[in-house]
Structures are given as C-alpha cells and as structure tokens.
T-cell receptor, first 116, second 113 residues
Framework: SQTIHQWPATLVQPVGSPLSLECTVE??????LYWYRQAAGRGLQLLFY??????ISSEVPQNLSASRPQDRQFILSSKKLLLSDSGFYLC???????????????FGAGSRLTVL | SQQGEEDPQALSIQEGENATMNCSYK?????LQWYRQNSGRGLVHLIL?????REKHSGRLRVTLDTSKKSSSLLITASRAADTASYFC?????????????FGKGTLLTVNP
C-alpha cells in the first residue's frame, strides 16, 4: 500500500533562518507531488507541484522553493524565513496518468511551522 | 485564488442529526471533490463527483452537483461525534491544468454527543 511521510511535524524557526521540509512517498512510482500551505482558519493554497524529477511548477511567487531530487521525494525550502511563512504545510501525491481530471490527492500529516 | 466557497463556515449539530454543507464555485469544472480534515491533520479524500453526474452516495455521505448553479452539497446522515472535522470542497477547472486542485476555506462541523 502507498504511504506518505512528511517531516518534521512541528518546528519553530527564527526570522531569517533557512527551512527544509521533506516529503517521501512509498509504494508507488512516478507520482504527482504537491506542496500546499494552510494559514490558520483558511483554505489550502497550492504552492508547488511536480510531475517528474526536476520538474517543478510554482503557483505563488514568494521566498519558498521546491525540489524533487528523486522520484518519490519532494522538498520545500527557504533560504530566509519571513513571519508570513508561518503556517501548516501539507505534502500530497496523486497518481500520474489517472482518469483525466480526476486528480485525487493523498495528503501527509502536515508540518506546522512557526516563524518568530 | 480560491475557487470553491463552502457554506456555512461553521455548523454545530447534535449526534444523530443530518449535516448539510454547501460549496459554490466560479468556473466550469471537470469534477468536484470533498475532503475532510481532522484538527491538526492532513486532509482525507471522501468522494468525487464528475461534472456529468448529479448525485453520488458513499456510506452515510451524499453529494449532489448542480453545474447550472455551480454548486455542490455534502450531506452526512445520522452524524456521529467522530464526524467532527473541517470539510473542504475542491475543484479542477475544465480547460486548466489537471494538476491544480483548488480548495475552498472549509466548513467546520461540530457534532455534539
């Protein structure tokens, strides 16, 4: 069965510090991978998605970046965190090449980032 | 940008009652999905309804879709305390990227025992 791991679960970082959140998927190949951010009491904002190794699409210009060094690994990074980067970050995957338009996501447990 | 908009923002009911949540969206869609999120956790997919479908059932869940009104509803029958969670609708715009699933802000459902 497929599983998705996301870590760390919680972190508190000072403004200006770097960030690295990691996500890995097991039990599937060639997944689509996603990073979403959820601010308190808000919906989900799509940050990045990837349909293959080294292929990253950015949805929101900001000081975050994403990388996909391996097929089932997706990393969210920042060189210098801002206060506004605080939030709940969710990694997700979906099957590549599924029913057209039926992109069902499976989410990780999330990483809560607090920037002080 | 938000595509779906859930209504109400919060709903509190007693165990055993039915809960109805609505979602409105702005552009044509390929399908609409509903997800559930327990507090502090990731989202879990509940059900998908395609644009050519009007109603779909899964256990205690009933989803309707009215593409002429650009709206969907999620009905949870005979609610339980364990149904307490936030519920989100999500859409993929027809003609857009099949990878971009856009979520609403959610309805917080509280089921009181």
């Amino acid at each position: 069965s497929q599983t998705i791991h996301q870590w760390p679960a919680t972190l508190v970082q000072p403004v200006g510090s770097p960030l690295s959140l990691e996500c890995t998927v097991e039990g599937t190949s060639n997944p689509n991978l996603y990073w979403y951010r959820q601010a308190a009491g808000r919906g989900l904002q799509l940050l990045f998605y990837s349909v293959g190794i080294g292929q990253i699409s950015s949805e929101v210009p900001q000081n975050l970046s994403a990388s996909r060094p391996q097929d089932r690994q997706f990393i969210l990074s920042s060189k210098k965190l801002l206060l506004s980067d605080s939030g709940f970050y969710l990694c997700a995957w979906s099957v590549r090449g599924g029913y057209s338009g039926a992109n069902v996501l499976t989410f990780g447990a999330g990483s809560r980032l607090t920037v002080l | 940008s938000q595509q779906g908009e859930e209504d109400p923002q919060a709903l509190s009911i007693q165990e055993g009652e039915n809960a109805t949540m609505n979602c409105s969206y702005k552009t044509s869609i390929n399908n609409l999905q509903w997800y559930r999120q327990n507090s502090g956790r990731g989202l879990v997919h509940l059900i998908l309804i395609r644009s050519n479908e009007r109603e779909k059932h899964s256990g205690r869940l009933r989803v309707t879709l009215d593409t002429s009104k650009k709206s969907s509803s999620l009905l949870i029958t005979a609610s339980r305390a364990a149904d307490t969670a936030s519920y989100f609708c999500a859409t993929i715009n027809s003609g857009g990227s099949n990878y971009k699933l856009t979520f609403g802000k959610g309805t917080l459902l509280t089921v009181n025992p």
